[in-house]
């Protein structure tokens, strides 16, 4: 069972959700702010806790380049550092990044449905909690990226997508790739959304796969000493979900329903 929740399909599943939702992978993202005495070595207490249930682990890095101009000509560099860890489930259905400015918890393609992805993503971001003693909550994020395979090597994007690019009429209409980012308000949610979309290699001949990617988010300052914290974050996290089903519903099309219906 899917995620996504159905906006106003013609024959609804008694479930009410998409039977066939093209969720590759969801995202639940915790940012915060940690006192400077805390170290990538303490972080590391978690890789072993849970080493069990995330056996698979790999260095987070994050790199910095630099451009110089010199009369000789332009010089290039870069610059390598560990941020955190990444771990991952035995079943490789599951990965935490575990990072000096916050947590994320990703479910991989089958994915399931919002409880157990919750659970556990919770589950991880107490025993986070428990060993870098985050003060504030400065960032939360609820991401779903969606995968629509469609049995087409030839389609009109907005057949599709109700969000997506739009050539000028004074070029040619053929597309062979593209890559859109936009950003935009949502004041009922109290949140902002980053979608993203693009094409990319089908698992499959004959078909067409585009990507649509939705990064909801909400700039927070949340104490985790406050007593209503744990209620706060649920609420948060809850409110973003239905953001990102608002906009899923918002981009696709009647086309997209019924193929995933």
Same mark, same amino acid.
């Given at each position: 069972?899917?995620?996504?929740?159905?906006?106003?399909?013609?024959?609804?599943?008694?479930?009410?959700? =998409?039977?066939?939702?093209?969720?590759?992978?969801?995202?639940?993202? /915790?940012?915060?702010?940690?006192?400077?005495?805390?170290?990538?070595?303490? $972080?590391?207490?978690?890789?072993?806790?849970?080493?069990?249930?995330?056996?698979?682990?790999?260095?987070?890095?994050?790199?910095? @380049?630099? +451009? @110089?101009?010199?009369?000789?000509?332009?010089?290039?560099?870069?610059? @390598?550092?560990? #941020?955190?860890?990444?771990?991952?489930?035995?079943?490789?259905?599951?990965?935490?990044? +575990?990072?000096?400015? @916050?947590?994320?918890?990703?479910?991989?393609?089958? =994915?399931?449905?919002?409880?157990?992805?919750?659970?556990?993503?919770?589950?991880?971001?107490?025993?986070?909690?428990?060993?870098?003693?985050?003060? /504030?909550?400065?960032? $939360?994020?609820?991401?779903?990226?969606?995968?629509?395979? /469609?049995?087409?090597?030839?389609?009109? /994007?907005?057949? =599709?997508?109700?969000?997506?690019?739009?050539?000028?009429?004074?070029?040619?209409? #053929?597309?062979?790739?593209?890559?859109?980012?936009?950003?935009?308000?949502?004041?009922?949610?109290?949140?902002?959304?980053?979608?993203?979309?693009?094409?990319?290699? %089908? %698992?499959?001949?004959?078909? #067409?796969?585009?990507? $649509?990617?939705?990064?909801?988010?909400?700039?927070?300052?949340?104490?985790?000493?406050?007593?209503?914290?744990?209620?706060?974050?649920?609420?948060?996290?809850?409110?973003?979900?239905?953001?990102?089903?608002?906009?899923?519903?918002?981009?696709?099309?009647?086309? #997209?329903?019924?193929?995933?219906?």
């Amino acid at each position: 069972m899917s995620d996504q929740r159905l906006g106003n399909p013609t024959s609804p599943p008694a479930s009410g959700r =998409y039977s066939r939702a093209p969720i590759i992978e969801a995202v639940i993202e /915790i940012r915060v702010s940690l006192d400077p005495s805390i170290t990538l070595s303490r $972080l590391a207490r978690i890789e072993k806790r849970e080493s069990q249930r995330y056996p698979n682990v790999q260095k987070r890095m994050e790199v910095q @380049g630099e +451009i @110089g101009l010199q009369e000789t000509g332009v010089s290039a560099s870069a610059v @390598g550092s560990q #941020t955190g860890h990444v771990l991952t489930s035995r079943d490789e259905k599951y990965i935490a990044q +575990i990072r000096m400015d @916050g947590f994320s918890c990703s479910r991989l393609a089958p =994915y399931e449905s919002w409880t157990p992805f919750h659970n556990e993503a919770m589950r991880l971001w107490a025993l986070y909690r428990q060993v870098a003693s985050p003060k /504030i909550v400065t960032r $939360l994020g609820v991401r779903y990226i969606n995968r629509l395979d /469609i049995p087409s090597q030839m389609i009109e /994007i907005k057949d =599709y997508l109700r969000t997506s690019p739009e050539i000028s009429p004074a070029l040619p209409q #053929t597309l062979t790739g593209y890559f859109m980012q936009i950003q935009v308000l949502l004041p009922e949610h109290t949140a902002m959304v980053n979608i993203n979309s693009t094409i990319v290699e %089908p %698992p499959t001949p004959n078909t #067409t796969s585009l990507i $649509l990617d939705i990064d909801t988010f909400r700039q927070v300052e949340l104490s985790t000493s406050s007593e209503t914290f744990d209620d706060d974050l649920e609420k948060a996290l809850a409110e973003l979900r239905r953001a990102k089903n608002f906009v899923f519903e918002g981009c696709i099309t009647p086309a #997209t329903r019924e193929m995933i219906i």
